[in-house]
Each structure stands twice: as C-alpha cells, then as structure tokens.
C-alpha cells in the first residue's frame, strides 16, 4: 500500500519521529511494542526472521530494493517520502536508504536458553546500543546459542543495536534476565562451567582455558561487564574461572564488542 506523505507532521510516521534521541525512543518502543531496522538488508533479515511490519518509510528510489517484500504483504502502508522530509521526520540522514517499524516479540526465555544451549554470552549492565549490538553479531557468526542481558543491559532490538549487528540480533536467541542474582547459579544448575572475562590477579590465560576445553569439552557461559567497571564482584565471585586475554605495549584490556569476538571464537565449540 504505497502512500504520498508530504509533510513531517503527518500522524501516521509517528513512529519514525526522532530517532537519535535515544531515551524518547525506548519509552515510545516499548509502549508501542515496536522496533525500527534501518537499511534494507536489515529490513530483509528481520521480516524473514519472521518479525511483522507494522510500516515502512522508504524514498521512492529506495522502493526496487524492498519490492519483493511489499508485495508479499499488500496490506502494510509504504510511506513515500522524500529525502529532505524523512531527515526532518527522523532527525538524522537516512543514509542506507529505508526504514522500517515492526512489532517486538519475545521469542526467548532465559530458561529455554539455559535448557537447550551449549554455549551462551552473558553481558551485565551494558548499556551502550552498539557494543549490544556487535556482541551479538559475534555471538551468532561465530556460532553461539545465545545471549543473556542483564536487567540494566541496552535493547537489543533498538535500532542502532540492530544496526551495528547488521541484523544479528533478529536471529540469535536471547533474553533478558528478571534475576540478577540469581543468573549465575541458575547457568550452574544448567550445567554451564561459567567463565568471567577479567583482569582479576588469578585469571587464567584464554588460551590455556580453551585448552582446558578442548581436554574435557563441556557447557560454557562467558561472562562480559562494563568496560569502566568491569564485571561485579558478585558475578565475578560466583564464576568458576575468570579468564583474561593476554595483553602488550602496556594495553590492559579491549573494548567489550571485540573481547567478546576474541573469546567467543577461542572457547567456541570447534568441529575437527
């Protein structure tokens, strides 16, 4: 259903209403129990991911790209603007050429997780939308089950998390936990060997830990905390080994996104 919008007041784009102010966004997000994927790569992720579009907003030279995907479903409304009105709409250039609004679903829960996974992430209290969103697509390229947030974590389906994933976060599993205390020995009663990535004095090298794996292979949880703070103390006590990558030239740590594709390629489980 292809329709003419001509002007950024229009009622039916208040979805799309200023994107970059993030804390307006989460609270409109989760009233409406929506999402935004930007470009159209992640717009073809998400919908084949089996997530419904409530609408698109698209210029008219970005239609071919999504052509296939708005014929599938005639009913949903393609709002035709131009490029000057979908910046003044969204509050940035809308430079990978399309957006998209679809209904939030929880798909997983963190007991489904637990039960059927044999390698999962567990971040606590990441907030910045873009380290969610590369820890995930890690995560699923290098062949993790899943993710575990904790309460405070950022969104992963908010649209920069979303982005930054290039979609990954439409098909990893993942969930967020109701329990923050309880996480650690929930993941033990699953049988989960949970490691902590920290700079803890008695953190045992990657490498050696993922020879220890590859001795005696079993369920693995990574545990991965706030670059400032790093993981708490209570997460860290509860672990069953804490885990540093060995560094040089006077460098402590990385940044979470790319600790977290290190470790997840090292301790993945491996076919030989």
């Given at each position: 259903?292809?329709?003419?919008?001509e002007?950024?007041?229009?009622?039916?784009l208040?979805?799309?209403?200023?994107?970059?102010?993030?804390?307006?966004?989460?609270?409109?997000?989760?009233?409406?129990g929506?999402?935004?994927?930007?470009?159209?790569?992640?717009i073809?992720?998400?919908?084949?991911?089996?997530?419904r579009?409530?609408?698109?907003?698209?210029?008219?030279?970005?239609?071919?790209?999504?052509?296939?995907?708005?014929?599938?479903?005639?009913?949903?409304?393609?709002?035709?603007?131009?490029?000057?009105?979908?910046?003044?709409?969204?509050?940035?250039?809308?430079?990978?050429?399309a957006l998209?609004?679809?209904?939030?679903?929880?798909?997983?829960?963190?007991?489904?997780?637990?039960?059927?996974?044999?390698?999962?992430?567990?971040?606590?209290?990441?907030?910045?939308?873009?380290?969610?969103?590369?820890?995930?697509?890690?995560?699923?390229?290098?062949?993790?089950?899943?993710l575990?947030?904790?309460?405070?974590?950022?969104?992963?389906?908010?649209?920069?998390?979303?982005?930054?994933?290039?979609?990954?976060?439409l098909?990893?599993?993942?969930a967020?936990?109701?329990?923050w205390?309880?996480?650690?020995?929930?993941?033990?009663?699953?049988?989960?060997?949970?490691?902590?990535?920290?700079?803890?004095?008695?953190?045992?090298?990657?490498?050696?830990?993922?020879?220890?794996?590859?001795?005696?292979?079993?369920?693995?949880?990574?545990?991965?905390?706030?670059?400032g703070?790093?993981?708490?103390?209570?997460?860290?006590?509860?672990?069953?080994?804490?885990?540093?990558?060995?560094?040089?030239?006077?460098?402590?740590?990385?940044?979470?996104?790319?600790?977290?594709?290190?470790?997840?390629?090292?301790l993945?489980?491996?076919?030989?």
């Amino acid at each position: 259903m292809l329709i003419e919008i001509e002007t950024a007041d229009d009622s039916r784009l208040a979805d799309y209403v200023r994107l970059r102010e993030s804390s307006l966004r989460r609270s409109l997000e989760a009233a409406e129990g929506l999402f935004i994927a930007e470009g159209a790569k992640v717009i073809r992720r998400a919908v084949e991911a089996g997530y419904r579009p409530r609408s698109y907003l698209l210029a008219r030279r970005w239609l071919p790209e999504l052509d296939d995907l708005v014929a599938s479903q005639p009913e949903v409304p393609v709002y035709l603007v131009s490029e000057e009105l979908a910046e003044q709409v969204t509050g940035f250039h809308v430079h990978r050429g399309a957006l998209a609004s679809l209904y939030r679903e929880q798909r997983h829960s963190v007991a489904g997780l637990v039960a059927n996974s044999n390698r999962l992430v567990v971040t606590e209290d990441i907030v910045d939308h873009a380290n969610v969103g590369a820890i995930a697509r890690s995560a699923a390229g290098l062949g993790w089950d899943g993710l575990l947030l904790s309460p405070r974590c950022a969104d992963p389906l908010y649209r920069r998390a979303v982005k930054v994933s290039m979609g990954s976060v439409l098909s990893l599993p993942w969930a967020r936990l109701d329990d923050w205390a309880g996480a650690i020995p929930a993941l033990h009663q699953g049988g989960f060997t949970v490691a902590a990535l920290t700079l803890r004095p008695d953190s045992v090298a990657l490498d050696d830990f993922a020879h220890q794996l590859r001795a005696a292979p079993r369920k693995l949880a990574i545990l991965l905390g706030t670059e400032g703070h790093g993981l708490s103390s209570k997460w860290t006590s509860q672990a069953d080994v804490a885990v540093r990558i060995p560094m040089r030239a006077g460098i402590d740590s990385l940044n979470v996104a790319a600790a977290a594709a290190v470790a997840c390629y090292a301790l993945g489980e491996r076919v030989d």
